[in-house]
């Protein structure tokens, strides 16, 4: 047949079984909705083989369910199929998705749940894995995906899998997503106002994910696979309790342009991605409990670390193109680590363990760092308050070469140097100046030391020495 046609129970309460009318259903053409005053069960399997565009409604006065064995394929063609559920608005019934498959090749897929358009909910249940193929789209306002089950802690090495799992081919558009089990996609996902990741994995070969609204991250391990993109525009809530973990595995990455607050205690962000973690200019991060960054990492926005540790893992590459402000906490870089922005320390002190270069500044308002690596050094260190910095190779001899100025407005800051050569070539200005019997210092402008110089090992001054004093023992040369 070529025109709409319309299966309708008789009774209000009545329910429909797919699989009763599937063979009569395939022959039909143009459109077709199918009404039950209670619910739809589909549990069959239906092959349409129209040409062209068709549409297929389903309309339930309660639920629509799609159980296992239930299979609706349009083949090559296009089908736009709307899943309306409650369409009194008397209940509360909503499209439950337990198993099967849809395949409406580049036609929609559109949810509905009472009088509202878009304003449906979809519901994974945990019992099958699910495919679902829509070209043009998957339309709700909640998607529910509570699919297998997963035992992991965070220490895993590997991306967990699920036995059952949904997967969706076609853009997916949503108000809420709240997701515990595993979504693989292969096209662009967005949550407009509500992503609730609890545990699971995103994966597949789409290219996005993009939340707008709040997300909220609390508990196990959730992970990004493959080279999916998360843009986040909106606020991401980071929080929970012991090793609550997120990782981005191959080329997966996070783009915060919004804000990320993550309060998770012990949280750690993990995974083998070579593009890791951006926060990107006019983005926000704020961390308010200990966390471990353990992967890639570039900050070109503000990170402010307001509690402690911050740490950075021994294989992590950390890159600060905007501000990173320290508060009165400590901050532990075992990794890369490369200042090419603005570095606060506020009163709290920061251990530079890996290999670590200064093209930004350093600023030290009260509290320090040290440094054990070797390296050239284009920016500059600012020291008040009592701040300190102590440059030494920990593990062997280090050279350090300083291009820019090393300044101490308020005469005092405290700089040791030990186990190394150090060549300051712009001069320094500080308030105490300690030189260990393994160091060597050449300081090729002046030099102004505002209150006395300790020297076990030796002090060459290019320049002039304006105000010196010396502590025992002492030795300088002066060039």
Same mark, same amino acid.
């Given at each position: 047949?070529?025109?709409?046609?319309?299966?309708?129970?008789?009774?209000?309460?009545?329910?429909?079984?797919?699989?009763?009318?599937?063979?009569?259903?395939?022959?039909?053409?143009?459109?077709?909705?199918?009404?039950?005053?209670?619910?739809?069960? @589909?549990?069959?399997?239906?092959?349409?083989?129209?040409?062209?565009?068709?549409?297929?409604?389903?309309?339930?006065?309660?639920?629509?369910?799609?159980?296992?064995?239930?299979?609706?394929?349009?083949?090559?063609?296009?089908?736009?199929?709307?899943? @309306?559920?409650?369409? %009194?608005?008397?209940?509360?019934? %909503?499209?439950?998705?337990?198993?099967?498959?849809?395949?409406?090749?580049?036609?929609?897929?559109?949810?509905?749940?009472?009088?509202?358009?878009?304003?449906?909910? +979809?519901?994974?249940?945990?019992?099958?894995?699910?495919?679902?193929?829509?070209?043009?789209?998957?339309?709700? &306002?909640?998607?529910?995906?509570?699919?297998?089950? +997963?035992?992991?802690?965070?220490?895993?090495? +590997?991306?967990?899998?699920?036995?059952?799992?949904?997967?969706?081919? $076609?853009?997916?558009?949503?108000?809420?997503?709240?997701?515990?089990?595993?979504?693989?996609?292969?096209?662009?996902?967005?949550?407009?106002?509500?992503?609730?990741?609890?545990?699971?994995?995103? $994966?597949?070969?789409?290219?996005?994910?993009?939340?707008?609204?709040?997300?909220?991250?609390?508990?196990?391990?959730?992970?990004?696979?493959?080279?999916?993109?998360?843009?986040?525009?909106?606020?991401?809530?980071?929080?929970?309790?012991?090793?609550?973990?997120?990782?981005? @595995? &191959?080329?997966?990455?996070?783009?915060?342009?919004?804000?990320?607050?993550?309060?998770?205690?012990?949280?750690?962000?993990?995974?083998?991605?070579? %593009?890791?973690?951006?926060?990107?200019?006019?983005?926000?991060?704020?961390?308010?409990?200990?966390?471990?960054?353990?992967?890639?990492?570039?900050?070109?926005?503000?990170? *402010?670390? *307001?509690?402690?540790?911050?740490?950075?893992?021994?294989?992590?590459?950390?890159? *600060?193109?905007?501000?990173?402000?320290?508060?009165?906490?400590?901050?532990?870089?075992?990794?890369?680590?490369?200042?090419?922005?603005?570095?606060?320390?506020?009163?709290?002190?920061?251990?530079?363990?890996?290999?670590?270069?200064?093209?930004?500044?350093?600023?030290? *308002?009260?509290?320090?760092?040290?440094?054990?690596?070797?390296?050239? /050094?284009?920016?500059?260190?600012?020291?008040?308050?009592?701040?300190?910095?102590?440059?030494?190779?920990?593990?062997?001899?280090?050279?350090?070469?300083?291009?820019?100025?090393?300044?101490?407005?308020?005469?005092?800051?405290?700089?040791?140097?030990?186990?190394?050569?150090?060549?300051?070539?712009?001069?320094? /200005?500080?308030?105490?100046?300690?030189?260990?019997?393994?160091?060597?210092?050449?300081?090729?402008?002046?030099?102004?030391?505002?209150?006395?110089?300790?020297?076990?090992?030796?002090?060459?001054?290019?320049?002039?020495?304006?105000?010196?004093?010396?502590?025992?023992?002492?030795?300088?040369?002066?060039?």
């Amino acid at each position: 047949m070529c025109c709409a046609s319309l299966f309708q129970t008789a009774a209000a309460g009545a329910s429909i079984n797919v699989s009763t009318i599937a063979s009569s259903l395939s022959s039909y053409g143009g459109g077709v909705t199918l009404q039950a005053g209670g619910n739809i069960t @589909w549990a069959a399997l239906l092959n349409l083989s129209h040409s062209g565009t068709n549409t297929l409604t389903l309309k339930a006065g309660n639920d629509i369910k799609f159980n296992s064995g239930g299979i609706l394929s349009n083949g090559s063609n296009s089908l736009n199929l709307k899943l @309306w559920a409650n369409y %009194q608005g008397s209940t509360s019934g %909503q499209v439950y998705f337990n198993g099967g498959e849809l395949n409406v090749g580049s036609g929609t897929i559109d949810i509905q749940s009472g009088t509202n358009a878009a304003s449906g909910t +979809l519901n994974f249940g945990n019992t099958s894995s699910v495919t679902i193929t829509a070209g043009g789209g998957i339309n709700a &306002d909640t998607l529910n995906i509570t699919n297998g089950s +997963l035992s992991a802690t965070g220490t895993s090495t +590997l991306p967990q899998k699920f036995s059952n799992f949904v997967t969706l081919n $076609g853009p997916v558009s949503v108000n809420t997503l709240n997701l515990s089990g595993q979504l693989n996609s292969n096209n662009s996902i967005e949550v407009k106002n509500s992503f609730n990741w609890t545990q699971g994995v995103i $994966g597949g070969s789409g290219s996005t994910l993009k939340t707008l609204g709040t997300t909220t991250i609390n508990k196990n391990l959730v992970e990004l696979t493959d080279s999916r993109t998360w843009t986040n525009t909106g606020t991401i809530n980071w929080g929970g309790n012991n090793l609550t973990t997120l990782k981005l @595995w &191959d080329s997966a990455s996070l783009n915060n342009q919004g804000t990320l607050n993550i309060s998770a205690y012990n949280g750690v962000l993990g995974g083998n991605s070579s %593009q890791g973690l951006v926060n990107s200019s006019g983005g926000t991060i704020n961390v308010s409990n200990a966390v471990t960054f353990d992967g890639v990492f570039s900050n070109k926005g503000t990170l *402010n670390l *307001n509690s402690g540790p911050f740490t950075t893992g021994y294989s992590s590459t950390f890159t *600060n193109d905007g501000t990173v402000n320290l508060g009165n906490y400590s901050a532990n870089l075992k990794g890369v680590f490369n200042n090419n922005g603005t570095f606060n320390i506020n009163g709290g002190w920061a251990g530079i363990s890996g290999s670590f270069s200064n093209a930004g500044a350093v600023n030290l *308002n009260g509290g320090g760092m040290w440094v054990t690596s070797g390296g050239t /050094d284009r920016g500059t260190y600012s020291l008040r308050n009592n701040a300190w910095i102590d440059f030494y190779g920990a593990s062997g001899a280090i050279t350090r070469a300083f291009n820019g100025a090393i300044s101490n407005t308020d005469k005092t800051g405290e700089i040791w140097f030990g186990n190394g050569t150090f060549n300051i070539n712009n001069g320094i /200005d500080v308030g105490w100046l300690g030189i260990e019997s393994d160091a060597s210092v050449n300081i090729g402008g002046n030099y102004n030391s505002n209150w006395e110089t300790y020297i076990a090992g030796s002090l060459n001054v290019g320049g002039a020495i304006p105000n010196y004093r010396t502590a025992t023992p002492s030795w300088i040369t002066a060039r």
